[in-house]
């Protein structure tokens, strides 16, 4: 009943949700299956809908066990979006299915829901707005701990020491409030307060973007002593190409709404396809004044999602774009193992 | 109460006399700067070398805090040739805005203060002593021969005023003599000259309905609007897209050349850096540590924090298990050690780092360190 008066609705305002569903495969902790997520733009006297941002248009990946996941792509392509959906932080999703260990994360009811949020977890970008300045750095961390009954009561406050511990934090900072600290220092504590809940799946939406380079390295490495310790697998989100090469074994690069390639890090930074992605690769400065210069600039700037060009997204931008470009939707296809490409230029 | 003091608590006893005492310092040098009825002989000097835009002389800019006297430049020496772009690289708190700020005289009066050193400006036939200018001195020159380039596009435009407004107030302040249409046409140009293809609707737009590239090409269209002699970027990029950053330095670049100025560039992307500077000043904790040409810094960098700072930095294609971390952090602003300030964080130190800060080593004509392990080197030849 529910579910026919969600189509209903979505008919009548004309998105679909049609998908081909997926069937869980053990090797992978999350799959994502042609997820959408729209947000409604309201207007007019009654705030009726007019039309719709199209934050994610259809994205599909899957993440294995232990691996990381790096997401590129400019500001307002939606990246943090689908990090946030995944983890049903934004409301419901639109269309699509997002399977953590084979179980849709949206069919759960509160009470699963809340057992659930301890399997994932998020970082957030700004380690300065993302901590409450009224809570000494201990509860921040513990809060979660008490409330899901991570550990028993005697047992919690060593528990809370080894967590912090473990992401470079002394004892006695327990009893400090976040001002006090630095930025490296901050984006420990929220680390240390994800992985005190015991994840298995971490969305890092660009950690690391907010701190200076030396202290970047040092983030960077401390989310990789932890994904060996924990057994993590990570969504990395990030704009910084070369850190997303340095911390990913998958690399997926998006495009207002879209994943436009999708592969193994060696594959996509070796040889990359999709033109942005090589246009976005030709544009990272390189630390060395004598190397070449053979930089495809992009003219314009990202396309508004709420009205998004006809046919491939990509085509006001892309240098290679033909008429069929602006009329056909390309669909993702497989180019070499492991490496997917929704361009036109990859059809036989 | 004794663990306290060592972490840097003040009792509010102390801290008053700090400020009481503060007060004394800054009270003069405001005046000074707020003197009325000046000449131009007061701040008149000369250029060591004509062929450089600016030449900055052992600058000392402090800010008088009760906690004490932050030391945010101590000492800093530099200059920029005309037409060349200056790179300056370092950590947040490294005083790289400071000086910038300085330059510009825009520092956070009154706790911010220039204490001594020359900043020497050359307008072309003349050249003037900003360190020792007035208020009213440096309003002429803030736009017209110097102008500043802001980190965030977001918020260094107001958002009450229409873009075309913003412009045309730096145009006809410093030209008094051009017509209000004549004003309107020049901002126009300039807009297209920072590569805004809609220039006629962007004047009348607000900055609330551009995006943040387009923001941060009107920041660059109201620095040139007076074809100025240096314009300092303050990471200019760091809030942008890789792709707009390219088309950022892109104009940066084209339109430097064009009007034949110089650019002081303040980032800590090193990248960024390689690509634009021809110059590259290192700072750490308010001292340069190593200057020289792009070349040799990024060729053969000779202070361990420069060393540190590259191999810091992942670079696409060289994937390595293990990032490089500069161990610990930058010492307290206030109670600065009397020996080198980064050796605490190094790995390479030798016996005589124990000694006074060291001095600088020339290791060619125009590269540059202060580092104790070149000493020996150097003695030995």
Request: with cysteine.
């Amino acid at each position: 009943m529910d579910e026919n008066k969600k189509l209903e609705k979505a008919k009548r305002l004309f998105i679909d949700t049609s998908f081909t569903p997926v069937e869980y495969d053990p090797q992978y902790i999350l799959m994502v299956n042609n997820l959408k997520k729209y947000f409604p733009i309201k207007d007019g006297l009654f705030a009726s809908t007019v039309g719709y941002v199209k934050a994610v248009d259809g994205i599909t990946f899957n993440i294995k066990r232990g691996t990381t996941m790096g997401l590129v792509g400019e500001s307002g392509c939606g990246k943090t979006t689908t990090g946030r959906t995944i983890l049903r932080l934004s409301g419901e999703k639109t269309a699509g299915q997002v399977l953590f260990n084979g179980e849709e994360v949206y069919d759960k009811s509160p009470a699963e829901m809340r057992k659930l949020r301890t399997k994932m977890q998020i970082v957030f970008q700004d380690p300065f707005s993302s901590l409450s300045p009224r809570l000494p750095v201990g509860e921040i961390i513990g809060e979660a701990v008490k409330e899901h009954g991570i550990v028993t009561k005697r047992e919690y406050n060593d528990y809370i020491d080894d967590i912090m511990d473990k992401c470079g934090l002394q004892p006695f900072h327990k009893y400090r409030y976040p001002h006090e600290f630095s930025g490296g220092q901050r984006q420990r504590i929220c680390i240390a307060r994800s992985l005190a809940l015991n994840p298995e799946f971490v969305v890092c939406d660009e950690p690391v973007s907010a701190l200076d380079v030396s202290i970047q390295a040092q983030i960077i490495n401390l989310l990789k002593d932890l994904q060996d310790h924990f057994k993590l697998t990570y969504l990395f989100i990030s704009h910084d190409l070369s850190v997303v090469e340095h911390i990913s074994d998958v690399v997926g690069v998006m495009y207002l709404g879209n994943l436009v390639e999708y592969g193994k890090t060696e594959d996509i930074f070796k040889n990359p396809a999709h033109p942005y992605t090589k246009a976005l690769f030709s544009a990272i400065p390189v630390p060395d004044p004598k190397a070449k210069m053979n930089r495809i600039i992009l003219e314009g700037s990202i396309p508004s999602p709420a009205n998004p060009p006809s046919g491939c997204k990509f085509h006001t931008r892309c240098p290679y774009a033909t008429d069929r470009c602006k009329e056909e939707v390309p669909v993702q296809k497989e180019i070499e193992t492991g490496h997917f490409v929704t361009c036109h230029l990859f059809d036989k | 109460m004794s663990n306290k003091e060592e972490k840097g608590y003040l009792s509010a006893k102390e801290s008053r006399r700090i400020s009481k005492e503060n007060k004394k310092v800054t009270s003069v040098l405001e005046k000074k700067y707020r003197r009325k009825n000046e000449s131009e002989e007061e701040y008149l000097t000369f250029m060591e070398d004509t062929n450089n835009a600016v030449e900055v002389r052992d600058l000392h800019t402090y800010f008088f805090t009760d906690m004490g006297i932050v030391k945010s430049v101590d000492g800093v020496s530099f200059d920029v040739p005309i037409g060349k772009t200056v790179g300056i690289v370092g950590e947040s708190g490294c005083g790289k805005s400071v000086t910038s700020l300085s330059i510009m005289q825009l520092l956070q009066r009154p706790q911010g203060q220039i204490v001594s050193g020359e900043i020497r400006l050359n307008l072309g036939d003349k050249a003037y002593d900003i360190a020792r200018i007035n208020a009213a001195g440096a309003q002429k020159l803030r736009g017209k021969y110097m102008s500043m380039i802001f980190q965030e596009p977001m918020t260094s435009l107001n958002p009450v005023f229409r873009i075309g407004k913003q412009v045309d107030e730096v145009i006809a302040l410093h030209n008094s003599e051009m017509t209000k249409e004549d004003v309107k046409k020049r901002t126009i140009e300039l807009l297209e000259l920072v590569g805004i293809a809609n220039s006629e609707g962007v004047y009348k737009m607000f900055p609330h309905e551009l995006s943040g590239g387009m923001r941060q090409r009107i920041m660059i269209a109201i620095a040139l609007a007076c074809s100025p002699k240096l314009i300092i970027a303050d990471e200019p990029t760091t809030a942008l897209d890789v792709t707009i950053q390219a088309q950022i330095l892109d104009i940066l670049r084209t339109l430097k050349d064009k009007i034949n100025s110089s650019i002081m560039l303040i980032t800590h992307d090193l990248g960024v850096i390689a690509e634009m500077a021809d110059y590259v000043v290192v700072m750490y904790s308010g001292r340069i540590v190593e200057q020289g040409t792009a070349e040799e810094i990024f060729a053969s960098p000779a202070h361990p924090y420069t060393i540190g700072l590259m191999e810091s930095k992942p670079v696409v294609g060289k994937r390595v298990d293990k990032l490089y971390s500069i161990p610990g952090k930058v010492p307290n602003p206030v109670n600065m050690p009397n020996y080198c300030y980064f050796k605490d964080r190094c790995e390479m130190c030798v016996e005589k780092c124990d000694g006074d800060y060291p001095e600088f080593i020339s290791l060619s004509p125009t590269h540059k360190v202060r580092c104790y392990r070149f000493y020996d080197q150097k003695e030995g030849k």
